[in-house]
């Protein structure tokens, strides 16, 4: 099991249990409990949990945007169903994109099934399903299954996009802020996330309003490097309005 998968997996083991301690989660994972300390350390920096004398609990609800797919698809479904149809209006027939893997971009993906010969790459095989019986010509990346999340990555994924360059990319983060601009939790996700970035000609970031004002420990990209912002309107944007050359808020109860 890779570092980011077990630190995805210690989140949901602790949303579950409420609580646990080194030599618990050590045994639940089949590691040595300095493997756990690491783990923890990298959590605790990524402001996910609070260690304690006894153990380690969780730190907020915040970390919800990190646990498994099938959880995260279903929280602020509205936002994120408005947020892939909104995007979908950016999409011409015949274009070349890239999707980012994410609960996000996947209702992006189910809203440009009916257009028309487009190429899609994409590191998420869940996207990839759903985009199976269109007409499009689909991409996979290749690379290691995170199987809690349905993402593809690694150095195949990445090397894999440095060979497309593609008019628009769709991404999806856990944290963005004005400042700090697109962030993450965990580093093994970085490197596709910047290829992504850096191969399109247009990039959209696709969004909910929860993960605005958030700062996680590794950076991805600056926020001048986003064309689009596509979020929520249940959150103040003019930091975002000042520094995006465009962003689009959607009132997820229009979607309802």
Do not use: W
């Amino acid at each position: 099991m890779l570092p980011a998968e077990r630190e995805q997996n210690i989140i949901s083991y602790l949303k579950k249990h409420k609580t646990a301690t080194v030599h618990t989660l050590a045994a639940e994972f089949n590691v040595h409990d300095a493997t756990i300390r690491r783990d923890l350390i990298k959590l605790e920096q990524y402001n996910q949990i609070r260690r304690t004398h006894g153990g380690v609990v969780l730190n907020s609800t915040d970390v919800s945007s990190e646990l498994n797919f099938d959880d995260r698809e279903t929280t602020n479904y509205y936002e994120k169903l408005g947020i892939g149809q909104k995007a979908a209006e950016f999409v011409n027939d015949g274009d070349t994109l890239i999707i980012d893997s994410g609960s996000t971009t996947l209702q992006f993906a189910r809203a440009i099934v009916h257009k028309q010969n487009l190429t899609v790459i994409t590191n998420d095989i869940h996207i990839a399903s759903v985009l199976r019986s269109t007409n499009h010509r689909v991409i996979v990346t290749g690379g290691v299954l995170y199987h809690n999340n349905y993402v593809l990555n690694g150095f195949i994924t990445t090397q894999t996009l440095q060979s497309f360059n593609s008019m628009k990319a769709f991404i999806a983060t856990p944290a963005l802020d004005a400042v700090k601009g697109m962030t993450h939790y965990s580093e093994e996700f970085i490197a596709a996330k910047r290829q992504m970035v850096e191969q399109a000609h247009e990039v959209y970031l696709l969004t909910d309003s929860t993960k605005l004002d958030k700062v996680a420990f590794y950076q991805v990209s600056p926020i001048e490097k986003i064309d689009t912002l596509i979020t929520d309107n249940q959150h103040d944007l003019s930091a975002y309005r000042e520094v995006c050359s465009n962003v689009v808020a959607i009132d997820p109860k229009d979607y309802e």
